[in-house]
Nanobody, 122 residues
Framework: QVPLVESGGGLVQAGGSLRLSCAAS????????WGWFRQAPGKEREFVGR????????YYPESVKERFTISRDNAKNTVYLQMKSLKPEDTAVYYC???????????????WGQGTQVTVSS
């Protein structure tokens, strides 16, 4: 088990920005892909992007492209999700995950954080 700990969630007004962090403790997941997902009440978990730790390559779905940016800090063993131009429909619990397969499917990721709430007010 590899703990992933998210932080940085909160309440923000529409149009604002927020940065989420995901830190892996106790083990370096340098060979993994790190994904970010979100889940709104009554909805399925939705993929919002991923980054390859080794290459830094990123991938985003069209729904958040141009607004969300994923980056990593090797020294801190931490991945970030920078969100801008936030909309009320971005309100959800956001999760980070780590896995070995470059996929948008949540079930393919091996390790998950506990989630952090992001609420965007209109």
């Amino acid at each position: 088990q590899v703990p992933l700990v998210e932080s940085g969630g909160g309440l923000v007004q529409a149009g604002g920005s927020l940065r989420l962090s995901c830190a892996a403790s106790g083990r370096t997941l340098s060979s993994y892909l790190w994904g970010w997902f979100r889940q709104a009440p009554g909805k399925e978990r939705e993929f919002v992007g991923r980054i390859s730790w080794s290459t830094g390559d990123t991938y985003y779905p069209e729904s958040v492209k141009e607004r969300f940016t994923i980056s990593r800090d090797n020294a801190k063993n931490t991945v970030y999700l920078q969100m801008k131009s936030l909309k009320p429909e971005d309100t959800a619990v956001y999760y980070c995950a780590a896995g070995m397969i470059a996929t948008t499917v949540a079930g393919a990721y091996d390790y998950w954080g506990q989630g952090t709430q992001v609420t965007v007010s209109s």
